[in-house]
């Protein structure tokens, strides 16, 4: 592991924590080289932030501090260096006790790693002092950590239970936040607990609502309580869906049950934030029992993507199995009660003429990727009709002649000239492109080498795994910075970058996603 190890602020917690988020000011060397180089490159980092690899940034962030009147008469050599360590936690921990249905026991705290004892409690008390009367605050020491409260009894009993139960060998932490991967300058983590915690909200505010709304069936908007509709006939007097109930409104406890059944799946959930080969990476992992059923995708989500053209400037792609509409619904259903996609679908296929959601299916294929060309005008846009050379398009992979038929079919319904040269499209045996640009749909059709190039390589982690991938190449062509209008400073911010990529795959009930963002 290139990433340093230490002590951690989850050492100073108790496992009873649902919800925890550390920063490291001084990760390992190497990590800490890689952030500056990656920053540097930007001039408004470089102008405005002087900065070396070995500059304290304690004391930065509490020179800033005192920029803004924070204990203005504190010196950091005498009253904070001689005992603030480097690492940082806040958290939220279910102490027990709840008083009533507003009272759920939690309590926020904050971790801060020290050198010195009692130089810790020293300099811990010349800050509460210099706070005035109204900023009070308790702490408790012990070991490299300090725990700062609301009150000292409260630092007091979370060091206490931390020291029966870290938090730091709690078996949930330690999965999730391996599953986040390497260590970096912030780890945040979610505990199983906090799903059911704010169910337990939902179930108190929903129990408000129906004590004061009533019964969610309304009655038509035409009988109008106050008098006469000063707008006329109502035109949505008669109720479309049959019947003088809102169709989306649900039982007042409804959104308390739907909470209720995710807390049931939901298995905990950690973040990290690191800077790797002169990158910045975040990673993410969410664990729960229906993360890959309610999704949809599976694995193709790239396999469109890296037949794009080499200068393709912004792509995005999805993988779908089979029934991935069914999924979808059937989440869709927990949300907004059951059938709750029906009326859409109906209206869709009215506005559309197709057979949903079976000719949906068919439109996106097996894999799908919506593309924008390097040399995309984006002013474009602003035209009432679409630019015949706009090099925007979608690229399908699946039966050429039935996509086109139902391509063919949405021109026919829609009668539009303008969703005609958008819909435009050409096809071989595995792939059809819709866009309007006849030259960039020939270009999509042939296999271009995306994936091959160095850019999407750095930038897209396990994306041939992946269910989605979005990639962003900023060195591409002139498609960002010869945005009009766009200010000098930021287009100079922006030639840094080179790419960004996004990429999320499921793995035995493990919800994955990575965001990297390269520089030059």
Same mark, same amino acid.
């Given at each position: 592991?290139?990433?340093a190890?230490?002590?951690?602020?989850?050492?100073?917690l108790?496992?009873?924590?649902?919800?925890?988020?550390?920063?490291?000011l001084d990760?390992?060397?190497?990590?800490?080289l890689?952030?500056?180089?990656?920053l540097?490159n930007?001039?408004?980092?470089a102008?405005?932030v002087?900065l @070396?690899?070995?500059?304290?940034?304690?004391l930065r962030l509490?020179?800033?501090?005192?920029g803004?009147?924070?204990?203005?008469?504190?010196d950091?050599?005498d009253?904070?260096d001689p005992?603030?360590?480097?690492r940082f936690?806040?958290?939220?921990?279910?102490m027990?006790?709840?008083?009533?249905?507003l009272? %759920?026991?939690?309590? @926020?705290?904050?971790v801060v790693?020290?050198?010195d004892?009692e130089a810790?409690?020293?300099?811990?008390a010349a800050?509460?002092?210099?706070?005035?009367?109204?900023?009070?605050?308790?702490?408790?020491?012990a070991?490299?950590?300090a725990?700062?409260?609301?009150?000292?009894?409260?630092?007091?009993?979370?060091?206490?239970?931390?020291?029966d139960a870290?938090?730091a060998?709690?078996g949930d932490?330690?999965?999730?936040?391996?599953?986040?991967?390497d260590?970096?300058i912030?780890?945040?983590?979610?505990?199983?607990?906090a799903a059911e915690?704010?169910a337990?909200?939902?179930?108190v505010?929903?129990?408000?609502e129906?004590?004061f709304?009533?019964?969610t069936c309304?009655?038509?908007l035409?009988?109008?309580?106050?008098g006469?509709?000063p707008?006329?006939?109502?035109?949505?007097?008669?109720?479309?869906?049959?019947?003088a109930?809102?169709p989306?409104?649900?039982?007042?406890?409804g959104?308390s049950?739907?909470l209720?059944?995710?807390?049931?799946?939901?298995a905990?959930a950690?973040l990290?934030?690191?800077?790797?080969?002169?990158?910045?990476?975040?990673?993410?992992?969410?664990g729960?029992?229906?993360?890959?059923a309610?999704?949809?995708?599976?694995d193709g989500?790239?396999?469109?993507?890296?037949t794009?053209?080499?200068?393709t400037?912004?792509?995005?792609?999805?993988?779908?199995?089979d029934?991935?509409?069914?999924?979808?619904?059937e989440?869709?259903?927990e949300?907004?009660?059951?059938?709750?996609?029906?009326?859409f679908? %109906?209206?869709?296929?009215e506005e559309?003429g197709?057979?949903?959601?079976?000719?949906?299916e068919?439109l996106v294929?097996?894999?799908?990727?919506?593309?924008?060309?390097?040399?995309a005008?984006?002013?474009g846009?602003e035209?009432?009709?679409?630019?015949t050379?706009?090099?925007?398009?979608l690229?399908?992979?699946?039966? @050429?002649?039935?996509?086109?038929?139902?391509?063919?079919?949405?021109?026919?319904?829609?009668?539009?000239?303008?969703?005609?040269?958008?819909?435009?499209y050409?096809?071989?045996?595995?792939?059809v492109?819709a866009?309007?640009?006849?030259t960039?749909?020939?270009?999509?059709?042939e296999?271009?080498?995306l994936?091959?190039?160095d850019?999407?390589q750095?930038?897209?982690?396990n994306?041939?795994?992946?269910?989605?991938?979005?990639?962003?190449n900023?060195?591409?062509g002139?498609w960002?910075t010869?945005l009009?209008d766009?200010?000098?400073e930021?287009r100079d911010?922006?030639?840094?970058l080179? @790419?960004?990529?996004?990429?999320?795959w499921?793995d035995?009930?493990?919800?994955?996603?990575?965001?990297?963002?390269?520089?030059e």
């Open positions: 592991m290139i990433f190890t230490g002590p951690q602020p989850a050492e100073a108790p496992d009873s924590t649902i919800g925890y988020v550390s920063v490291d990760p390992s060397g190497r990590q800490k890689e952030a500056l180089q990656a540097r930007f001039p408004a980092f102008d405005n002087d @070396a690899a070995d500059d304290d940034l304690r509490f020179e800033e501090l005192q803004d009147g924070l204990c203005p008469d504190l950091f050599a009253d904070v005992w603030l360590g480097d936690a806040v958290a939220a921990i279910d027990g006790g709840a008083s009533g249905p009272d %759920l026991g939690i309590n @926020a705290v904050g790693q020290i050198d004892a810790a409690e020293e300099g811990l800050l509460r002092d210099c706070g005035g009367e109204g900023d009070t605050f308790g702490w408790s020491v070991g490299d950590w725990v700062v409260a609301s009150t000292d009894d409260i630092a007091a009993e979370v060091t206490e239970a931390a020291a870290p938090l060998a709690d932490f330690q999965r999730w936040t391996g599953e986040a991967g260590p970096g912030l780890t945040a983590y979610v505990a199983p607990e915690l704010l337990d909200v939902a179930e505010f929903g129990g408000f129906s004590a709304s009533g019964d309304l009655p038509p035409g009988d109008d309580p106050f006469d509709d707008f006329g006939d109502d035109p949505f007097s008669e109720d479309p869906f049959g019947g109930c809102d989306f409104a649900g039982p007042t406890t959104m049950d739907q209720a059944g995710l807390a049931d799946d939901f905990g950690a990290t934030i690191r800077f790797d080969d002169g990158g910045l990476e975040l990673e993410a992992a969410v729960s029992a229906d993360v890959e309610a999704s949809g995708v599976d989500g790239d396999d469109v993507v890296v794009l053209p080499e200068d400037a912004v792509a995005f792609g999805l993988g779908f199995e029934g991935w509409f069914d999924a979808i619904a989440s869709a259903d949300v907004l009660g059951e059938g709750g996609l029906d009326a679908l %109906l209206m869709a296929e559309t197709l057979d949903l959601p079976d000719d949906l068919t294929g097996e894999s799908a990727a919506l593309a924008l060309g390097g040399d005008d984006l002013t846009f035209e009432p009709e679409p630019p050379d706009l090099e925007l398009a690229k399908v992979e699946g039966d @050429a002649d039935d996509i086109g038929d139902l391509v063919d079919q949405l021109v026919r319904t829609s009668g539009d000239d303008s969703l005609a040269t958008l819909l435009g050409d096809a071989d045996d595995d792939f492109v866009g309007p640009s006849s960039y749909r020939a270009s999509l059709l296999d271009g080498g994936g091959e190039t850019a999407y750095d930038a897209v982690v994306g041939d795994e992946a269910g989605a991938v979005l990639f962003v900023f060195d591409a002139p960002l010869g009009p766009l200010p000098g930021v911010n922006l030639t840094p080179r @790419a960004l990529g996004l990429s999320a499921n035995d009930g493990v919800g994955h996603a990575v965001l990297r963002v390269t520089t």
